[in-house]
């Protein structure tokens, strides 16, 4: 059930995805009177389709749909979807209208700047509805997140090896101030760090990290947890301790007479004593307590600790559209950052690339909206940044070519942007292979 519903998810969110995207091409090429052939979510390879509006039964049911200039359907191959825009060069390698005169409704005839247009258009439409869906998030659930500072980390084997330790309260990325402790991971290597600044048993200590080592940080989730005090806010209803001398405030700081300093210390001890009891040692102010309390058979003590403090902002509609416009912008930049580091082989960041299989496993297991809607945000604009990269058969490919034509007003051959294109669909396809590689090394592991 969990597979189906991720995999309901990731379906949802790229048909979505890609229908935003092509409609900004087809609302350009519609606005500068460009015939667009076929809009298509997935592909029709072969000419083959779950959906067509040309097909006999629909043009039976909507028989006006025959003098639709444009067909539109649902392929068979789910890997994107396409535009196919009169007298373009694109994805579909037709290249049938060359061999006739350019006609006026054609892409070819237009103005560089109308086609520049028409080319940003997906990213452009892409970037315009990651605005929208993080204005709605804000206005509706407002922003929550963990604050960096006062919070100390619970370091894994990475995060020990690159020099940081259990309880360091992390105070700076070179000059950046971290404020969100759950993106303590990403700000590490998006800011490519090279001095980390902590706080260290009340002294302040600096030390330089190893930049080879960001791959791995990459591809290693929950590098620094919340280090947790074991500081009790309640005893639970039935719990085996339920009863005892504990008050709200109380710290366990042993158990089994091995040191507690966090929650996270106490986890295997008490797995070590499922279904017994263990002495314990209880701060209670500036008072050390000892006494003895039970363990259940899961390994657990019964009871509720004090919560974490949650920064919170409130937004209304009005308010919540600048959020939604920084939140937007932030995104891009830091998803640019993550580019570069994939770009950068040193960094092994190159293996952290996933295809779909990799998108599915960030999905919640049960539908939350809060979190698809994020996650639909986020990948609008991956799309939308990925697709401006220069490369021949991506709109970046196109937009630098047009850009090119501006600017020395030499318009490049047909020939070569057809051979441009059979370059860049190589180039895609090599990134489609490392992605669903990565995404099966990662499952076999």
Known sequence: MIVLIKTLQVILALSILIIVHEFGHFFFAKLFGVRVDKFYLFFDMGDKKIFSTRSAWFTRLFPKAKDWETEYGIGWMPLGGYCKIAGMIDESMDTEHLKSEPQPWEFRTKPAWQRLLVMAGGVLFNFIFAIIVYS??????????????????????LAVEMGFRTGDEILSFDDYEPVNFSMLQADLVRHSTEKVTVLRDGDTATFHVDQNL?????????????????????????????????????????????????????????????????PVRILRDTDTLAMEMAVDTSGKLGVFLEQVEVTRREYSMLSAIPAGFRKTFSSI?????????????????????????????????????????????????????????????????????????????????????????????????????????????????
Do not use: C
């Open 136 to 157: 709605a998030i804000l206005a509706g659930w407002g922003e929550s997140y963990i604050a960096n500072k006062g919070n100390r980390i619970y370091a894994n084997e």
């Open 333 to 445: 930049g830091d998803y640019l950052k993550d580019l570069k580091m994939v770009a950068t082989p040193s960094t092994e960041a190159y293996k952290s690339v996933g295809s779909f299989i990799a998108i599915g496993q960030i999905f919640p297991s049960a539908w939350d909206w809060y979190s698809f809607l994020s996650i639909l945000a986020l990948l609008s604009i991956m799309l939308g940044v990925m697709n401006l990269l220069p490369i021949p058969a991506l709109d970046g490919g196109h937009i630098v070519f047009t850009l090119y034509e501006m600017i020395t007003g030499r318009k490049p051959s047909d020939k070569f942007l057809y051979i441009m294109q059979l370059i860049g669909m190589v180039l895609i396809f090599g990134l489609m292979f490392l992605a669903f590689g990565n995404d099966i090394a990662r499952l076999i592991r």
């Open 214 to 278: 960001f791959g791995a940080v990459l591809n290693s989730p929950g590098m620094f947890d919340l280090a947790v005090p074991f500081k009790i806010r309640e005893v639970a209803p039935e719990s085996p301790n339920e009863g005892m001398d504990i008050q709200a405030g109380d710290m366990i700081i042993s158990i089994d007479s091995s040191d507690v300093e966090f929650v996270q210390d106490a986890w295997s001890l008490l797995e070590a004593n499922a279904g017994r009891s263990v």
